[in-house]
C-alpha cells in the first residue's frame, strides 16, 4: 500500500509540531521544516485543524501548534481521515469497470488486508515519534536552536527504536 503524498505531509507536519513541544510555527517554517511546497503544507494544516489535531491562528502572534488531541492522535487515526476511502484497485471505485466485478473475492481480501494495515499503526502516537536525533538538526536549520533540553525529545532518545 502507497500512502498519498497528502498523508505523508500531514503526518511530517504532526511530528515537526510535536517536537516544538507547543511553540507555534508559521506555516512558511513548517514547509521549510518538513520540505514541501507552502501550498501542500497549507492545504494539510487546514485538513489537520479541522479535525482538531492542530490549533491555528492568524495575524502577527498567529502560527500552528499541535493540539490536546493532536498529542494524543495516532497514525492510524490521521491516516484513516487523510487517505480516506481511496480505492485500492479500480474494481473498489464506484466508476470501476472490471468485468470480473462480480462475486469477486479480491475486494474483501484487501480491505482486510487495508484494516490490517490501519490497524498496526493504531498504536503508534505521532507525538511519540520524534527523537532529538531527527528533530535537532532541521530544528537548527529553521532557526529554532537545538532542542536537546526539551524534556519530550530526551524522554523519546531513551525509549527503544524498532
Known amino acids: 500500500m ?6 505523508d505531509v ?3 507536519i504532526m511530528m515537526l509540531l510535536a517536537g516544538a513541544e507547543g511553540e507555534k ?3 512558511q517554517t513548517i514547509a ?9 503544507v497549507a492545504k494539510s494544516v487546514a485538513f489537520l485543524a479541522n479535525h482538531g489535531w492542530v490549533s491555528a491562528s492568524r495575524g502577527r502572534f ?3 501548534c ?11 487515526q490521521v491516516l484513516r481521515a487523510t487517505e480516506g476511502d481511496i480505492p ?4 473498489e471505485s464506484h466508476e470501476g469497470s472490471c468485468p470480473l466485478d462480480q462475486s469477486c473475492r479480491l475486494k474483501g481480501a484487501l ?8 490497524a498496526v499503526l493504531d498504536p503508534v502516537v505521532i507525538s511519540e515519534l520524534p527523537s532529538q536525533r531527527q528533530m535537532g538538526p532541521v530544528f537548527v536549520e529553521l532557526g529554532l536552536g537545538p532542542l536537546a533540553q526539551t524534556k519530550k525529545l530526551e524522554h523519546a532518545q531513551k525509549l527503544p527504536q524498532s
Open 2 to 7: 502507497r500512502l498519498t503524498a497528502f498523508s
Open 10 to 12: 500531514s503526518l511530517r
Open 25 to 27: 510555527l508559521s506555516t
Open 32 to 40: 521549510n521544516g518538513v520540505g514541501t511546497p507552502y501550498n501542500h
Open 62 to 64: 498567529g502560527g500552528v
Open 66 to 76: 499541535l493540539s490536546e488531541a493532536g498529542s494524543a492522535a495516532t497514525v492510524g
Open 88 to 91: 485500492m484497485v479500480e474494481c
Open 111 to 118: 480491505a482486510k488486508a487495508r484494516e490490517a494495515f490501519f
